[in-house]
């Protein structure tokens, strides 16, 4: 393999003029000039994102921006990777991942080389050296790339799941996200029907959880499981509840083949993963025990660390393509543990969080394209979620657009909604007429085995088109019913289909086929209430009804700011931390449990005196009954986040003795149809409290899609106060 010619100009000299023109350098550790860089040049040379600039880590401007690509482009992979800006376990144990030979191959190319042999080689080649490239190399060779050069790359490189065509060249999968905002069984059967009608839905059944608790976790899983068996589909597409992964080991251990694939987030540091309740030697652990067919299923996005306070002095690209070092580590003991090649595959959440990440379509394009090509250089069978919450700067119009842009790309596999709004996290993404469309374009294909099953069903034709059957979700029923021994005339069982099929709409989940003529105005609604939501404030009723309550206001200056700086959201201005400090001092040691109310991103929640009311005073009932001391009044944040409450919670209880807990009820997840709220329970002892930081989203458990439309208050109320009794034990 030849290596590709040097830049006409020497490094030296590049260096040299590169660092002339920058602000005063911190150089990391080394023995000669030619290895020392100033690190900043590493954030500096990302097309700019909001994230970065609120870590402090972007370029001032474009100048400045195209220096430190210049200056990149001349510096050695090794100047990198013997310099990490992050030294702790998973930087050790990705150094020790590398092919060794491959790594000492490259190791003396600039990057402005490693890109031109990326963009000259074909994918062959480029795997050969892929193998010893190191997260932060890939993470690094990407910034050089415009949007172009991303998918030329992205459309070469291919990593198939085993035995499959998902993640070949030419084929486009679908991950069916079946999600309900109560855990409703039909709710979830019903849109795997809608899906296969549209002839989508070839990698994964995978759900969201509104409980992590193991019960509620199984009976989701033998929903999907049952909908499988049914079709005789366990060994063509696995099914996955999104719990966390100690949760779903432990329901595998207590229901022995009840879970296929295994889900987990994953973070590109020590300190991030610890946000998620990991360290590597678990996850390392679950890895090893991966021995069947199906193995396990990551999902990452660029700027979940730096939200989660853990940026560490490393921009979201750098961060991002660690995470994919994790996945390709935990890939390799999986193959292992298995003996032979892994399932594995991670899907990019790539908009989820927010605009205090990047706010337009032109940046969500670009981070899907980054991150194709960074998880496709770690040999990744790599999917997208191109997604956006309803505070950024993305419409539903502007989804078609960032689609046609990136399918180019060829990414493994995209998501699949009925409609492009999740019923129950209420965030914009892929629907299944948007994988009908795109396939259509770009001529992309199906996984072989599920487009033969999609002809049997008679949802394609023999030529893969839309067939007879196509979108009728009452058919697909109809044969699901079939394959049970149901005997009953096909009127009848497509009369219940159509009953079923409205109660599922009804409960506000979206259903695609048996068209209902006002499907768009209906998503439209949900969409614009959703807007709403997010901009809306506590009103004047429910500033009445909380007048005896503790009122505070966190550091967020006005809407916009808590939107788009959540920092300010976490943090409580100074005449609230004096109201805290006050309290406590009232309160003495009298109460060992604290409500409080925020706005969050959904205040119309906490505005519905009736649902609020009902869930409040169960709540309270339920936990007076199991003996907690709670305080009388609920304290009310204003523009408060979910970190807010950790705050006050070591104000409150930071060195008293025994146990306590901070009771967070806040707005959430607008856009769903449903005005509903959550609640964050955080269990700990008063030493915990204690320290500053300390507590954190690892120790916190939630009830989610609280509301009179969705899981019912006094029902979310019990559960909460079970939950809590039992983290009181352990917490």
């Not at 195209?66 to 150094?95: E, F, I, S, W, Y």
């Not at 991030?272 to 996005?301: C, I, M, P, V, W």
């Not at 068209?515 to 009445?544: C, M």
């Amino acid at each position: 393999m030849a290596t590709p010619a040097p830049p006409s100009l020497s490094r030296r000299s590049l260096l040299a003029g590169s660092l002339a023109l920058m602000a005063p350098v911190v150089h990391a550790t080394g023995t000669d000039d030619a290895a020392r860089f100033d690190r900043r040049i590493l954030g500096w040379a990302n097309d700019f994102k909001e994230g970065d600039a609120i870590a402090g880590l972007a370029a001032a401007d474009d100048t400045q921006r195209a220096k430190a690509r210049t200056q990149l482009a001349a510096l050695l992979l090794r100047d990198v990777d013997d310099n990490p800006l992050l030294d702790d376990d998973l930087q050790r144990a990705l150094r020790g991942s590398l092919d060794a030979g491959a790594h000492g191959t490259t190791s003396s190319w600039t990057f402005g080389e490693l890109k031109a042999f990326l963009l000259a080689s074909d994918g062959m080649q480029i795997a050969a050296i892929a193998r010893g490239l190191s997260s932060d190399a890939i993470g690094c060779v990407v910034k050089l790339m415009d949007n172009a050069e991303l998918t030329a790359v992205s459309a070469k490189l291919f990593n198939p799941l085993p035995g499959t065509r998902i993640g070949a060249r030419g084929y486009l999968g679908a991950r069916i996200q079946p999600n309900s905002p109560t855990d409703n069984p039909d709710d979830i059967r019903w849109q795997v029907f809608d899906a296969w009608s549209h002839a989508v839905g070839d990698l994964l059944l995978g759900t969201n959880p509104v409980s992590s608790e193991p019960e509620q976790v199984h009976a989701v899983e033998a929903a999907l499981q049952e909908v499988l068996h049914s079709f005789a589909l366990e060994e063509r597409l696995p099914h996955c509840v999104l719990a966390h992964i100690d949760v779903q080991a432990e329901v595998e251990s207590r229901w022995p083949g009840s879970t296929a694939l295994w889900f987990q987030s994953i973070a590109g540091s020590d300190a991030a993963n610890a946000t998620f309740d990991l360290t590597l030697q678990r996850l390392l652990a679950h890895a090893d025990s991966r021995k069947g067919r199906y193995g396990l299923y990551f999902e990452t996005g660029q700027g979940a660390d730096c939200t989660n306070g853990h940026a560490q002095g490393m921009d979201m690209v750098l961060h991002e393509s660690r995470k994919y070092g994790l996945a390709r580590l935990l890939a390799q003991r999986v193959a292992v543990a298995r003996g032979g090649p892994p399932w594995v595959h991670l899907n990019d959440v790539a908009g989820f969080i927010g605009p205090e990440v990047f706010r337009t379509r032109g940046q969500l394009v670009r981070c899907c394209l980054e991150d194709l090509v960074m998880g496709k250089l770690h040999g990744l069978c790599i999917g997208l979620d191109i997604c956006s919450t309803l505070h950024m700067d993305v419409t539903l119009d502007d989804l078609d657009w960032c689609q046609n842009a990136i399918a180019p790309a060829q990414p493994a596999y995209l998501m699949a909604l009925p409609t492009r709004i999740d019923p129950m996290l209420g965030y914009l993404t892929t629907a299944y007429a948007d994988h009908v469309r795109l396939r259509e374009r770009f001529g992309l294909r199906i996984e072989p085995g599920m487009e033969a099953f999609f002809r049997e069903l008679g949802v394609l034709d023999a030529q893969g088109k839309p067939g007879a059957r196509f979108g009728d979700t009452a058919w697909v029923y109809l044969q699901y019913r079939r394959r049970k021994g149901d005997v009953r005339p096909e009127r009848r069982i497509r009369a219940e289909a159509l009953r079923r099929m409205a109660a599922v709409r009804a409960r506000g989940v979206f259903l695609a086929g048996n068209a209902v003529p006002t499907l768009a105005d209906d998503v439209r609604r949900i969409y614009d209430d959703g807007k709403r939501s997010i901009r809306a404030e506590f009103d004047d009723a429910f500033r009445r009804d909380m007048a005896a309550s503790v009122m505070l206001r966190t550091q967020a200056r006005n809407r916009d700011d808590y939107l788009l700086h959540p920092g300010g959201g976490e943090t409580l201005d100074d005449a609230s931390v004096a109201a805290i400090d006050a309290l406590r001092q009232a309160q003495g040691d009298r109460h060992d449990v604290q409500i409080l109310v925020s706005d969050g991103l959904n205040a119309l929640a906490l505005n519905d005196a009736a649902q609020r009311n009902a869930f409040l005073s169960r709540l309270r009932e339920a936990l007076q009954r199991d003996g907690r001391r709670v305080a009388p009044g609920q304290i009310v944040i204003e523009r408060g986040r979910v970190r807010a409450g950790y705050r006050i919670g070591e104000r409150l209880f930071g060195g008293r003795a025994g146990r306590h807990a901070i009771l967070h009820v806040i707005g959430e997840r607008p856009g769903t149809g449903h005005h509903a709220f959550s609640i964050y329970m955080t269990v700990a002892t008063g030493e915990t409290w204690g320290k500053a930081g300390k507590v954190d989203h690892d120790i916190t458990r939630v009830v989610a899609g609280i509301a009179a439309t969705a899981l019912d208050p006094r029902r979310a109320a019990d559960d909460a106060a079970r939950i809590l009794a039992t983290r009181w034990q352990g917490g």
